[in-house]
């Protein structure tokens, strides 16, 4: 087989090279985002949040409640007496007229707070319906997502088995020690295969020798002397 014919080769091996990292490192980034389920435990969170606002609110409701529901059955009581007739002291009367005025007094604030409560709840009630729409939005697209991701991985895993099927062809042409030069300057320099244009090595930018370029042209399995890498002339 022709030197030409091998850095051909090799050129050619590395451009599949370049492809099945490309699509490895694509793989790898889908394959991540595959079962990540990060946007629709946000989605969750902000919903559980509503959720539990709304709750606390209604506790609060409830106690609120209650205790205007134990003063208002003592004034009931207190004007009971005050009015029933049973007692007829003054000082004893006045006495009632001042627990009823006092009990009254500290209902009042409640009651108020009570009304501010319920709007709240009416409010936290249309945020728990607002994040449940929003979390259904998000788990649908969440899905969405997850299937195209799924088949994207599948393409992705089945080009990479025809470029590394690819890739198998072009190393079945190529001998051992070109092989090995090319796998040592991939590691080491990233690009292994340097294209010659206008006398010059694209990879370095380094003109090249008259008796380099005579090296290339002859078919010789050529390294360029300022970066190493093998010498390819289209």
């Not at 989605?43 to 606390?56: F, I």
């Not at 025809?162 to 070109?178: A, C, Y």
Request: glycine share 6%; with cysteine; charged share 30%.
């Amino acid at each position: 087989m022709a030197i030409m014919s091998v850095t051909r080769q090799l050129f050619q091996l590395q451009e599949l090279d370049n492809e099945i990292e490309s699509h490895e490192e694509t793989l790898r980034q889908k394959t991540k985002l595959l079962g990540d389920k990060t946007v629709l435990e946000q989605a969750q969170s902000k919903l559980t949040d509503a959720q539990k606002h709304l709750e606390d609110l209604k506790h609060q409701q409830k106690s609120l409640e209650q205790e205007i529901e134990d003063i208002t059955d003592k004034i009931k009581h207190a004007e009971d007496q005050l009015y029933g007739g049973k007692v007829t002291s003054p000082k004893e009367l006045m006495g009632l007229q001042r627990d009823v005025a006092s009990l009254k007094a500290s209902r009042d604030p409640l009651e108020t707070k009570d009304l501010e409560n319920m709007d709240k709840i009416t409010n936290a009630e249309a945020a728990v319906v607002a994040e449940q729409a929003g979390f259904k939005k998000v788990e649908a697209a969440w899905q969405a997502e997850q299937q195209q991701l799924a088949g994207e991985i599948d393409q992705l895993k089945s080009k990479l088995a025809e470029l590394n099927g690819q890739r198998q062809n072009v190393l079945s042409g190529l001998d051992t020690q070109s092989v090995s030069v090319y796998d040592k300057v991939r590691k080491q320099k990233g690009q292994a295969v340097a294209k010659v244009e206008q006398g010059i090595c694209r990879a370095c930018r380094i003109s090249l020798s008259s008796s380099q370029l005579q090296q290339v042209r002859s078919g010789n399995l050529h390294q360029c002397g300022s970066c190493g890498r093998i010498l390819y002339l289209p």
